[in-house]
């Protein structure tokens, strides 16, 4: 056998690999990866090496314990290295399975669909995906325009929200309402933008008759954490049913229990949409996990027939093994009541929160979201700059506490807790916090009221 040493000198194996100094780590980073995005980290004292992963803490390579309050932008739900998830991929790997193939029966992908109907018994077909978030957006977009191609002639135009985010491929982008996002690119025809939240704006658009789907995130993520009146969404089923409309979820931030429901739109009674999307938490952060849950009627005017079927297919859809991490996710996630756990868990960290707003409401303005999806909207100095980069920024190089700013919104801090997180962790956080503004107001003479 050949030594790769003999053949590429510099070649790093994964022994190697795994016991890179940080130092290295940076240097190969820097000259060939994203360099631009690794100095941005780096500055912001975001981009170190992290050593181990367990709960709502993580391990730097000086052995600084550090507390995420961000979860890979809301990966971590179930916690980092989650223990049932790890040992159950370990158990599936063991049985030394055939995981990719498009023809074969695929038993634990059966099995995963199986238990989505159960939940969501309105939608029954699934589609999962060995990729992330927009990849299940695109196969949203694209279901919805082949099933309206077959079945409502006429109809060409998808409406979605400005400011929401769906993902950065080419379809996905164009999805999104916010600009940023699609410059050095031609814009995609066929996309219509209304306010977020606009009722009234929505039916304006689909009045004319052309509309094949509304998309929309039941709460903002990228766009700032934003949550809309609670009779939206009932306004826009209602609207989607009278002009023929398919309504479709982006829950691949707010999904997966992150707002205490199993699907984020359970948490209105009785909502039923045609289709949504799922990432993120469904993975724990343990292997790229996405797809789809749709409605028999909607799924089967799109891929309901020999000449549909292979209309959308890849290398990695419907494989075994983001299957397996998602079915696990799903079981944990029911057998622990997370949904109870992140409603308990988020009266505890909002009342904490409200109560620094009260104190800092020159700073912090407003204290938002649902459940574990946080948003902390902040303010601006004299000279017009946003508290919040400052404050995440001081928040992890002093505190060891990581949150993000928003990609939308950089008035917006996010904080994400998961479910590992303790009273004492939140106490960490809040403590945090409220030194961090403290530094803040005292750098920039701003008046705060007295701590209660």
């Given amino acids: 056998m050949t030594n790769v040493k003999d053949v590429y000198p510099n070649f790093i194996t994964l022994g190697e690999a795994l016991d890179l100094s940080e130092e290295k780590v940076r240097e190969l980073q820097l000259a060939h990866m994203n360099k631009f995005r690794t100095q941005m980290g780096l500055a912001a004292g975001l981009t170190f090496d992290i050593k181990r992963a367990e709960g709502c803490h993580i391990w730097d390579a000086d052995g600084n314990k550090r507390l995420d309050f961000i979860g890979d932008v809301g990966v971590y739900l179930l916690g980092h290295n989650n223990p049932f998830i790890v040992n159950g991929v370990k158990r599936f790997l063991d049985t030394h399975p055939l995981s990719m193939d498009p023809m074969a029966l695929k038993p634990v992908t059966a099995a995963f669909a199986n238990n989505m109907a159960q939940i969501t018994p309105e939608l029954t077909r699934t589609m999962t995906n060995g990729g992330g978030g927009a990849e299940a957006v695109e196969a949203a977009l694209k279901m919805c325009r082949i099933a309206a191609g077959r079945t409502k002639k006429g109809k060409t135009r998808v409406v979605s929200t400005l400011n929401a985010f769906h993902g950065k491929t080419l379809g996905a982008v164009n999805a999104g309402g916010k600009d940023t996002w699609r410059r050095w690119q031609a814009p995609m025809p066929g996309h219509t933008y209304v306010p977020y939240g606009d009722a009234d704006a929505l ?77 993120k938490a469904i993975s724990d952060g343990v292997l790229p996990v996405s797809g789809l849950q749709a409605k028999e009627e909607l799924y089967m005017a799109a891929y309901g027939s020999e000449e549909s079927a292979m209309m959308h297919t890849a290398t990695y859809q419907d494989n075994n093994i983001s299957a397996c991490v998602a079915l696990l996710s799903l079981q944990y996630m029911i057998e622990n009541d997370v949904p109870a756990k992140v409603r308990a868990g988020s009266k505890v960290i909002f009342a904490g929160l409200n109560k620094i707003r009260d104190r800092f409401p020159d700073v912090l303005e407003e204290v938002r979201g649902r459940g574990y999806m946080i948003g902390l909207k902040f303010g601006a100095d004299k000279d017009g700059v946003g508290y919040a980069p400052r404050v995440g920024t001081i928040l992890a190089q002093k505190h060891l506490v990581h949150t993000m700013t928003s990609t939308n919104n950089d008035t917006i801090l996010r904080v994400y807790p998961n479910v590992a997180t303790t009273n004492e962790d939140f106490e960490w956080f809040l403590d945090a916090l409220e030194q961090t503004l403290e530094e803040v107001t005292a750098t920039t003479g701003i008046a705060t009221t007295k701590a209660a």
């Fill in 203 to 279: 039916e304006a658009e689909l009045s004319k008759g052309d509309v094949i789907m509304f998309i929309a995130e039941p709460i903002q993520g990228e766009g700032g954490v934003v949550v809309p009146p609670d009779d939206y969404f009932y306004k826009v089923r209602e609207l989607c049913d009278k002009y023929g409309t398919y309504m479709v979820l982006d829950e691949v931030q707010a999904g997966s229990c992150r707002t205490g429901y199993i699907w984020a739109h359970k948490y209105y009674k009785d909502l039923v949409p045609d289709a949504f999307t799922f990432a």
